[in-house]
């Protein structure tokens, strides 16, 4: 290599880098056998991985060839002194020549380069006093030879190679990594979806054994469900028929004590035993003397707890209607609730698990409300053939049919002795009934509009109507004359309720308001807006502190009655809900929908 250097460059040339050790120059080769960079191996786990790693190996090919191509080109150009001899054996376009530089620019672009500017200017002094004194010879200051700018070409093609190769070691790297990331994600994924694979195989095999031993239980479950159905249906029965009995010797018991104080004033009396028997076996049933005085009300002074509104929950749902369910009512005594539809049936269900007890069929339309007798033993139902139906539980049967409605029948509701029937209907009035005799004993004719709900106020002879001519009336029993009558719907009121101690009346209107009125004040006490859908029915709870509403958007508004603010729904039916109550010992809420359900809440 030192020869090499020695017979293209100058004598003074020479000394001055022996002296001064500023240039170093070797002459490099090139070949496409020789490759500094070292491949890693790769694992491959199947073909797809082997396409991808060839299209990366074709891409380190075309760049290695690339650089490979200058350098036959700069192989092939011809050099100065082959210019000056003979010519050349084959044409070069003059656009690939490339002119030699002197030596003095070639060392002053070198010291540029590498950044020695005191070197250069050291060189610039000397390199100009020597050639004005004329020591400088034409050879020593021609052309760079060849092998230089071979070197220089070579070098700055090989800073480039080296370059482009740690930009695609880099490249490599990262590629290599997101490979193996994804490749352990696929292996992951594989492994989970043999697993999901054998788990689903595993259910499949157990949900198979289940019902084939659901099958094999089945006709014993409903073997047993009908003998349970036939025993609480007994046990019911046995319950209703000591209450009617019970019911019995008290009025017996009256009875006897009537006729005692009746024995003892006629005591002088010459009518004969035998005549008087007589007499009184041809007599006719008697029209029911209608109170002449409010009872005491034994709820006025005693205070009980309020439904805690934000612990309602859903205890059950039982569709027991094939058709929509209007109404619902509470048993007074026994955990029994009792539910109408517009399928004409009426039904008895235990509480809370809803067996059925008992069913009657004898309407001839649908069924608008049911209520039952203050003392348990019969109950009420008001339908669209426009008559009220009396059922007695013992004989399963209808006792007597009230018919002087000429109009579809919405509500009934019981004296609180028992002895009469309030009703209201389409045809704008509402009736008074004496149970006794199966007689209208009054009616109230004032509203110019469908009476739509009718109930008694608690312990007294008065009875409180609402009315689709957006109107609350109370009136008197005795007279059957109206005694107040409360103005400010907006819109038809479809209910209307008393508070246990009877002081307040809560009514709902089609338009979703709530109102609170005060009987002694004869005035509204509040509004409540209840959402933009009708309200079908309201009640009071025990404590007379909540309300609820039953609504059409399938909720059941929950208010509060002493700061007049709406509380909180009720969600779970999936059509208009009709009714709502609570039951008498302040435990359960009942609510019946056009879902053809009905549901208990606690």
Same mark, same amino acid.
């Given at each position: 290599m030192a020869s090499t250097k020695n017979n293209h460059v100058p004598l003074m040339k020479q000394k001055s880098l022996a002296d001064d050790d500023l240039l170093k120059l070797e002459k490099m080769e090139l070949s496409d056998d020789e490759d500094d960079f070292q491949y890693t191996n790769v694992d491959v786990l199947d073909d797809d991985d082997e396409e991808d790693e060839e299209d990366f190996q074709s891409v380190l090919r075309n760049l290695n060839k690339g650089p490979e191509i200058d350098a036959t080109v700069d192989d092939k150009a011809p050099s100065p002194v082959q210019k000056n001899a003979t010519a050349p054996s084959r044409t070069v376009p003059i656009s690939t020549q490339v002119r030699p530089s002197v030596v003095d620019d070639f060392i002053r672009n070198f010291l540029i380069k590498i950044s020695m500017p005191r070197t250069l200017d050291t060189f610039n002094t000397e390199w100009y006093e020597l050639m004005a004194k004329g020591k400088l010879k034409e050879e020593d200051i021609g052309v760079v030879p060849d092998i230089y700018l071979r070197n220089q070409a070579l070098d700055d093609q090989v800073k480039a190679l080296r370059k482009q190769l740690d930009e695609t070691k880099k490249i490599t790297e990262k590629a290599k990594g997101t490979w193996d990331k994804f490749r352990h994600q696929r292996d992951v994924h594989k492994m989970h979806h043999q697993r999901v694979v054998q788990e689903k195989n595993i259910l499949m095999d157990k949900i198979k054994k289940l019902r084939k031993n659901i099958a094999s239980y089945e006709p014993l479950l409903a073997e047993l469900r009908t003998k349970y159905e036939v025993a609480m249906k007994e046990k019911m029965l046995m319950r209703l028929e000591r209450d009617r009995c019970i019911a019995k010797a008290e009025a017996l018991e009256a009875q006897v004590r009537a006729l005692e104080q009746k024995d003892s004033k006629s005591t002088g009396s010459k009518v004969s035993p035998s005549k008087s028997t007589m007499s009184g076996?041809?007599?006719?049933?008697?029209?029911?003397?209608?109170?002449?005085?409010?009872?005491?009300?034994?709820?006025?002074?005693?205070?009980?707890?309020?439904?805690?509104?934000?612990?309602?929950?859903?205890?059950?749902?039982?569709?027991?209607?094939?058709?929509? =369910? +209007?109404?619902?009512?509470?048993?007074?005594?026994?955990?029994?609730?009792?539910? !109408? @539809?517009?399928?004409? /049936?009426?039904? *008895?269900?235990?509480?809370?698990?809803?067996?059925?007890?008992?069913?009657?069929?004898?309407?001839?339309?649908?069924?608008?409300?049911?209520?039952?007798?203050?003392?348990?033993?019969? =109950? +009420?139902?008001?339908?669209?053939?426009?008559?009220?139906?009396?059922?007695?539980? !013992? @004989?399963?049967?209808? /006792?007597?049919? *009230?018919?002087?409605?000429?109009?579809?029948?919405?509500?009934?509701?019981?004296?609180?002795?028992?002895?009469?029937?309030?009703?209201?209907?389409?045809?704008?009035?509402?009736?008074?009934?004496?149970?006794?005799?199966?007689?209208?004993?009054?009616?109230?004719?004032?509203? !110019?509009?469908?009476?739509?709900?009718?109930?008694?106020?608690?312990?007294?002879?008065?009875?409180?109507?609402?009315?689709?001519?957006?109107?609350i009336s109370i009136w008197d029993i005795r007279s059957g004359l109206c005694v107040q009558t409360f103005y400010g719907h907006q819109n038809t009121c479809n209910s209307v309720a008393f508070s246990i101690t009877g002081d307040t009346i809560a009514s709902c209107d089609a338009d979703g308001f709530i109102k609170l009125w005060d009987v002694r004040m004869v005035a509204e006490r509040a509004t409540i807006d209840g959402g933009q859908q009708p309200l079908n029915s309201v009640a009071f709870d025990k404590s007379g502190q909540v309300i609820a509403a039953a609504s059409d958007d399938g909720m059941i508004k929950m208010c509060n009655a002493k700061t007049f603010e709406f509380v909180a729904d009720l969600r779970g039916h999936d059509g208009p809900v009709q009714s709502v109550k609570f039951d008498p010992v302040g435990k359960y809420i009942a609510s019946a929908s056009s879902d053809c359900t009905f549901r208990l809440w606690t």
């Open positions: 076996s041809k007599k006719k049933k008697v029209d029911t003397k209608i109170p002449a005085e409010n009872g005491v009300n034994p709820n006025a002074d005693k205070r009980f707890d309020s439904v805690q509104i934000k612990r309602v929950e859903l205890v059950k749902a039982f569709q027991g209607h094939l058709n929509s =369910i +209007a109404a619902i009512a509470f048993h007074p005594k026994n955990p029994v609730i009792a539910t !109408v @539809s517009d399928d004409e /049936t009426w039904k *008895l269900w235990s509480m809370p698990n809803c067996e059925l007890i008992m069913s009657g069929e004898g309407h001839r339309d649908w069924i608008a409300g049911i209520e039952f007798h203050p003392r348990g033993t019969h =109950i +009420a139902t008001s339908s669209g053939d426009n008559t009220v139906k009396i059922w007695d539980f !013992v @004989s399963a049967s209808c /006792t007597l049919t *009230l018919h002087d409605h000429a109009h579809p029948v919405w509500e009934s509701a019981f004296h609180h002795e028992g002895d009469f029937l309030a009703s209201c209907s389409m045809d704008h009035t509402c009736k008074l009934w004496d149970l006794a005799t199966g007689k209208c004993r009054k009616t109230f004719r004032g509203h !110019v509009d469908s009476v739509n709900s009718v109930c008694f106020q608690p312990y007294t002879v008065n009875i409180c109507t609402g009315s689709g001519d957006k109107t």
